[in-house]
Structures are given as structure tokens and as C-alpha cells.
């Protein structure tokens, strides 16, 4: 077992891996260039998502994808010139989300998600955060009865096949639920295993507390410095080099390039995404999160207020945001809600780690001693960061891992 580790990035992610390997007894650097969860772990939809067997494949269907290309949806957008730097990865990404071996990819990644509000609850618990943790679980709201009927089936199957609970609501019991509502729906399918986290900031601000109280560092420094230091790793940070015997690169949509410069070249890609905060008029109140699946996007009540989450963007790294996606949801939501001021001047951007086989990144880096991944968490790192944490820091130390992280292994690409 390593003495020392080094955890790049501080997302929910890092936050998580640091603190696991911190209380194995491992001194451990976290070092980010900015605060705590102020990636994508800052602005995401805070749902702890137990019902996320089912990670987000490709359309493969023509119609779906004609809808996507002419690049007039809210839940997909693209940027055309950025368009050649993922055909690559896209097009691995529709290999994989054949129906066979998506299957495949179901079956490892529903075994991530199994543990993943049981690992939340431990942190949150010592952490002094419950407060944040709301167990609400989420909605997907259907306009037809043959809409409502399939969801209700699928939901069936996940019931049967991984053990994940709902309610099904019909439309009268959808707007006695949620009675600001200013549609009427043929019903919802209601996930009632996950949490909902009023802000995600504050709970990956509350694990990198519990990190730093339990004896952790926090430094401030870019990975881009990390460099070989004889059989260890070096980083500068503001308060001078750090070295330490074994490094993790937890460095969300930026991971890959970092690593790349040590000969590991994961053809990971980003999915955008924006957010803004409403406040809502009189007395109006939403109870539970919902996404309207005509619509595409997510509507969740946090501290800061109603926040729309936007589906996916490809862009390219560098490009300015370009919140195209939420101008066209917000009269839309104004549709479903009765929304009332922005509350910030301006939209939040953040991106969303994808690898091409919907599995996270999380293992030994081959060919360089001592270095370790754990990235690639796409829609659900908020929701994997401490199942992640746990499965390796038992790989680092040396424990038996709690689950097979085969599936998972840097070396697959
Ligand atoms: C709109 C949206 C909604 C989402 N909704 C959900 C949801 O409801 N539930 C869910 O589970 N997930 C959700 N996600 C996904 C989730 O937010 C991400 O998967 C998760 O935040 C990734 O965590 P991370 O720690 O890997 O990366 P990040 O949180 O992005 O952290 C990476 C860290 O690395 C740091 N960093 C980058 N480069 C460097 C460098 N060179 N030097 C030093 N530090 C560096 C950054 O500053 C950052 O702090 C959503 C994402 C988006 C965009």
C-alpha cells in the first residue's frame, strides 16, 4: 500500500477517492486549480441516481437521429464545426450501444449504481450533511397513455431485473402530486429509490471538509505539471512541489488530457450542459424533480431555486458556451411550471466525462507505475463519486475490492 497519493481534481469524484484513501491511512494531497466541486460537480441536476441501470446510449433508431441532425432540439445540440473531433468517439459510442453489447454495459454498470445511495448515505451522515440528501427520488412525466404504458413496462423489467422501485402515477395523481403544475400529463413514472441534493456544491464542499478535518490536504496547483519524480509523481502547487509514491487523475472532462501525455490516450468526450435558477410566483411549489420527457430537460427544486438542467451539447473543448439549449427551454418550462425571475445573470456551463462504452474509467493506468483513473463518469458522477472512491481505494491499497472492477479498467482502451 502506497503511504502517499495524490488526487487531481476535486470534484465529487477526487473529493470522494481522497477521502476513502485518507481514511485507509494514506496521506493524501487533493489538488485542483480551483475550489472544490466547481466543475461539473457544481451546477449537475443532484440527483443520486439508484434507478440509472440503464446508462444513456446512442440513438440508433433513423427518425431519432433525423431529429438530432437538424439541430433544433432542446435535449441535443451540437456545434457543426466541432462535429469531425467526435466522429471517433461517436461512433464507437453507437458500436457499443447495439443491443447486445449494451446489454453488456448495462450489466457492469448496474452493478456501479447498486451501492451508490448506501455509499452516499455513509459520507453524508459523517459528514453532517442528511440535510442535503432528500429522499424524493425523481419523475419522468408522459403526454399519451401508449407513452405512459411502455415507461411503465420498462419500469416493470428494472423492478424484476435490478430491484428498482417506483410508482406510477396517472394523471389525476400526477396533479394532486404536484398541483403547480400547468399541464396535464397522462401520467408519470415516479423513481422513488434516489436522492435528491438541494446543493450539489455544498455536498462535495461537505466531503472535501470531512477530508481536510480528517487530517487530508487541499492544494492548489494544474495537473498539467505532473511529472515523473523517480518511482513516485511530482505536482506544483501554489505552496511549492508535491510529491507523493502514487497519483489519481480524477480530473473529470479534462482527464484525458493529462494522461495522454503519459502514453494513455482514452477516447473519452464531453457532453455540455447548462443550468439557470428560477424562482417561482406566489405560493407555487415543486415538490419532486421531473423531467417531461417531450420537453428534454430537467426541472429540480434546490436551494438556490428552480434549476433547468439542459440535455447534451458537443462542443469543442475551447468554444465559448453557447446556452442554445436552455433559451429554448425556458419558454417551455414556463409552459410547465409557473416560473418567475432568473435568478442569475448568467447560465452555468459544465461537461460531462463520456467514454464511448457508457463505463467509467476507474483502475490502474497501464504502462506507468503508480497512476490511476478514475474519470469518465458521464451523467452520473455525482451519483458514482463514493462508490468510485471505495472501489479504488481498495485497488490502491491493495484490499479485496468490494465489487469486480473489470469492466472498468483503463487497460479496455
Ligand atoms: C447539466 C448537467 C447535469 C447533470 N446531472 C447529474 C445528475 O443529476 N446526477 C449525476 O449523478 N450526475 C449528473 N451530471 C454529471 C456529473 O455532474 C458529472 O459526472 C460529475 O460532476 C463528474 O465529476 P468529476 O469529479 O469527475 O468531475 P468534475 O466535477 O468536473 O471535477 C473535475 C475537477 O478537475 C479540475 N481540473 C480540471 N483540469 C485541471 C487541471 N489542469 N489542474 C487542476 N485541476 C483541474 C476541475 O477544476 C474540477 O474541479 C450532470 C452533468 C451536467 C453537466
Given at each position: 500500500m502506497p503511504r502517499s497519493v495524490m488526487v487531481l481534481g476535486a470534484g465529487m469524484v477526487g473529493v470522494s477517492v481522497a477521502l476513502h484513501l485518507r481514511r485507509r491511512g494514506c496521506d493524501v494531497v487533493l489538488v485542483d486549480r480551483?475550489?472544490?466541486?466547481?466543475?461539473?460537480?457544481?451546477?449537475?441536476?443532484g440527483l443520486i441516481q439508484?434507478?440509472?441501470?440503464?446508462p444513456h446510449p446512442f440513438p440508433r433508431a433513423l427518425g431519432e437521429l433525423m431529429r438530432i441532425a437538424r439541430n433544433q432540439a432542446i435535449d441535443v445540440h451540437y456545434h457543426p464545426l466541432a462535429l469531425p473531433g467526435f466522429v471517433s468517439p461517436l461512433l464507437r459510442y453507437w458500436w457499443n450501444s447495439e443491443p447486445e453489447r449494451y446489454l453488456r454495459a448495462v450489466l457492469a454498470y448496474s452493478r456501479l449504481i447498486a451501492t451508490c445511495v448506501d455509499e452516499h448515505l455513509a459520507l453524508a451522515r459523517d459528514a453532517d450533511?442528511?440535510?442535503?440528501?432528500?429522499?424524493i427520488g425523481w419523475m419522468r412525466l408522459y403526454g399519451t397513455a401508449k407513452a405512459l404504458e411502455a415507461a411503465a413496462a420498462q419500469a416493470e423489467a428494472a423492478q424484476r431485473d435490478y430491484g428498482i422501485n417506483h410508482r406510477l402515477l396517472d394523471g389525476r395523481a400526477l396533479a394532486a402530486a404536484?398541483?403547480?403544475?400547468?399541464v396535464t400529463r397522462a401520467g408519470a413514472i415516479h423513481w422513488t429509490d434516489p436522492l435528491s441534493v438541494s446543493d450539489p456544491h455544498a455536498l462535495t464542499l461537505a466531503y472535501a471538509g470531512m477530508f481536510t478535518g480528517e487530517g487530508g490536504t487541499l492544494a492548489t496547483g494544474d495537473?498539467?505539471?505532473l511529472a515523473r519524480a523517480g518511482s513516485g509523481w511530482r505536482v506544483q502547487t501554489a505552496d511549492g512541489p508535491v510529491e507523493a509514491e502514487s497519483a489519481v487523475i480524477a480530473?473529470?472532462?479534462?482527464?484525458a488530457r493529462i494522461t495522454r501525455s503519459f502514453g494513455y490516450a482514452p477516447p473519452t468526450f464531453g457532453k455540455r450542459g447548462y443550468h439557470m435558477h428560477y424562482t417561482l410566483q406566489g405560493n407555487a411549489v415543486l415538490h419532486t424533480p421531473f423531467i417531461d420527457v417531450d420537453s428534454g430537460f430537467l426541472l429540480a427544486p434546490m436551494r438556490a431555486g428552480i434549476r433547468l438542467t439542459t440535455g447534451a451539447e458537443f462542443a469543442?473543448?475551447?468554444?465559448?458556451?453557447?446556452p442554445i439549449q436552455l433559451e429554448r427551454a425556458e419558454p417551455v418550462a414556463r409552459g410547465l411550471l409557473p416560473l418567475a425571475e432568473r435568478v442569475e445573470d448568467k447560465p452555468w456551463m459544465g461537461t460531462r466525462p463520456c467514454t464511448p462504452d457508457m463505463l467509467p474509467i476507474i483502475g490502474p493506468i497501464p504502462g506507468q507505475q503508480g497512476l490511476w483513473a478514475a474519470f469518465g463518469?458521464?451523467?452520473q458522477g455525482l451519483t458514482l463519486g463514493p462508490t468510485t472512491g471505495r472501489l479504488l481505494a481498495d485497488m490502491i491499497t491493495g484490499?479485496?475490492?468490494?465489487?469486480?472492477p473489470t469492466p472498468y479498467a483503463p487497460v479496455r482502451f
Open positions: 480551483q475550489g472544490p466541486g466547481e466543475g461539473a460537480s457544481f451546477g449537475n441536476g439508484r434507478e440509472a441501470v440503464y450533511a442528511m440535510a442535503l440528501l432528500r429522499p404536484e398541483p403547480h403544475l400547468l495537473a498539467a505539471t480530473l473529470g472532462a479534462a482527464s469543442r473543448e475551447d468554444a465559448d458556451p453557447s463518469h458521464a451523467h484490499a479485496a475490492p468490494f465489487l469486480d
